[in-house]
């Protein structure tokens, strides 16, 4: 989706937070796997920490913060896209991370309706004059999957994947978001997706960059109108 800012409406929104990881420094390890599936490198079957964020209302900007129901989403799968699947004001960037959350009748609280939510964080190519580089966990995500030499139908057992360095890394940019309803970029393409799509990007080095497009080449989807 192009975002333009000229049709953006400002709301005053809280810096989104994990339970657990407020702060930016707290350490977490989470079980999980990572892989390629054939499109894109991937960590995926995390039980991972909540979040909580404002249920999406057209009637958002005419109502206390305090009458806007709250949802609490569970982080499930994490996936990286180049280039990215958003763009602002028609500037589209190097790659995109996706970080999907789920609201079920198995999280807690429960969602009598499953609800799916993601935060997109996007990413330009680090500027090495201002010494900009990849945050940490992507170096970790890239010597992971490089332990399979190329093997895609296996996996890396992830025992102990530090979230704490992913919430480390993203909390500088958490409180300047785009906040819409959309739907999922790839098959099934489910609708009523919430999207908090991060306005600042994150630098990654070329040499990563590098990485991700030789293992999964030019993965995302086409812009929407």
Request: aromatic share 10%.
């Amino acid at each position: 989706i192009n975002i333009n800012r000229a049709n953006v409406k400002e709301f005053d929104m809280a810096p989104l937070k994990w339970k657990g990881f407020e702060t930016g420094s707290e350490e977490g390890a989470q079980r999980g796997k990572e892989f390629y599936d054939g499109k894109t490198i991937a960590l995926g079957d995390l039980d991972g920490p909540q979040i909580e964020v404002l249920g999406f209302s057209r009637y958002l900007k005419d109502l206390p913060l305090s009458a806007v129901i709250k949802n609490h989403f569970k982080l499930k799968e994490i996936r990286i896209h180049t280039p990215s699947e958003h763009s602002i004001d028609g500037k589209r960037f190097d790659a995109e991370m996706q970080l999907l959350h789920e609201c079920n009748a198995k999280t807690e609280p429960a969602c009598p309706v499953s609800k799916t939510m993601v935060v997109a964080v996007l990413m330009s190519k680090a500027r090495t004059a201002l010494d900009e580089k990849s945050p940490v966990f992507l170096e970790t995500m890239i010597a992971d999957i490089g332990l399979l030499g190329g093997v895609w139908s296996q996996y890396v057992s992830l025992y102990a994947f530090d979230f704490g360095r992913v919430a480390s890394a993203l909390k500088p940019y958490l409180s300047r978001y785009f906040f819409f309803k959309g739907s999922l970029t790839a098959p099934p393409c489910s609708e009523d997706v919430t999207w908090f799509v991060l306005k600042d990007p994150m630098p990654i080095e070329q040499e990563h960059l590098d990485y991700f497009i030789k293992v999964q080449g030019k993965n995302a989807r086409p812009l929407q109108p």
